[in-house]
């Protein structure tokens, strides 16, 4: 395998001044999976920004398995999610599905979102090149830790250096977890690339009640932070219900997980 920039030496990610990576606090990135309604995103954003959550997460352009189910609210729900966000002065993150939506992303989003179908979007990731905002790029749900490195690398290779990672995790013969999410990966990538890499326990297991657990074990083996789903009404939620857990939820884990930040 040939990387020639990404060669484990650290990088730190700088977000509107909250510092991801290596010797900085694990940052803190929650939201709802999709951005539905006003009232939704803005009592959402401020549980979440009072528990101490850092950057604000929020689906506009769904990468929905079903053509028939809600696909997001595009434009209009990025406005309302920035809207809320520079009230609340928390810096944003979304997904960017395809090409033809980098300028509007880009002029509203802090940090570009890839989603693990895209990872192996190649135009997509070279257009990320030109960028000169941070990049989290999702583990491919069947990628091997190899391709993963490659398609970072494809975003540095055209010129853009700003990447996090995100471990999400990967299909298994497991169907009891909607995905076996692979702590390995946590070290290793950091070892191999030096970026930053974010754990994302929402659909690493696709259970509520796995969430807690999870975020400790990633904090503990080295994560620069987690990225949780939340929803002021989980079960009401239109994508990821069975994996989004409530306001309350959110705090509690918030309140236990400080023993196991920074333990390395
Ligand atoms: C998401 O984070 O909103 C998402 C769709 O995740 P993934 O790409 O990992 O499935
Ligand atoms: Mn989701």
Same mark, same amino acid.
């Given at each position: 395998m040939e990387t020639r920039i990404l060669d484990g030496q650290s990088r730190i990610i700088d977000v509107r001044g909250i510092k991801i990576g290596d010797g900085y606090p694990p940052v803190m990135i929650a939201g709802p999976c999709a951005v539905e309604n006003e009232e939704q995103i803005f009592q959402t954003a401020i549980k979440v920004k009072n528990a101490g959550a850092n950057i604000l997460r929020g689906g506009v352009f769904k990468p929905r $398995?079903?053509? /028939?189910v809600f696909q997001g609210l595009g434009k209009e729900g990025l406005l309302m999610m920035k809207k809320i966000a520079d009230e609340l002065d928390m810096p944003i993150i979304t997904e %960017?599905?395809?090409? !033809?939506?980098l300028e509007l992303i880009y002029e509203y989003a802090d940090i570009l979102q890839i989603g693990s179908r895209n990872m192996y979007n190649y135009p997509l990731l070279k257009a990320l090149g030109d960028v000169d905002k941070p990049v989290m790029l999702k583990r491919g749900m069947s990628a091997t830790i190899n391709e993963w490195i490659l398609a970072a690398e494809y975003i540095a290779a055209h010129g853009n250096t700003k990447i996090i990672l995100c471990e999400r995790g990967i299909r298994s013969f497991? $169907? /009891? $977890?909607?995905?076996? #999410?692979? %702590?390995?990966?946590v070290p290793i990538m950091k070892e191999k690339t030096g970026l930053p890499i974010i754990v994302d326990p929402s659909h690493g297991t !696709? *259970? *509520?009640? #796995?969430i807690k657990p999870m975020s400790k074990a990633a904090l503990a083996c080295g994560a620069d932070g987690l990225m949780i789903e939340v929803h002021i009404q989980p079960d009401k939620a239109l994508s990821d219900a069975q994996q989004s857990i409530d306001t309350e939820h959110f705090k509690q884990i918030m309140s236990e997980i400080i023993p196991f930040c920074n333990p390395l």
């Open positions: $398995t079903s053509p /028939y %960017l599905m395809d090409i !033809g939506n497991e $169907t /009891y $977890t909607r995905n076996t #999410l692979d %702590l390995s990966a !696709g *259970r *509520r009640e #796995l």
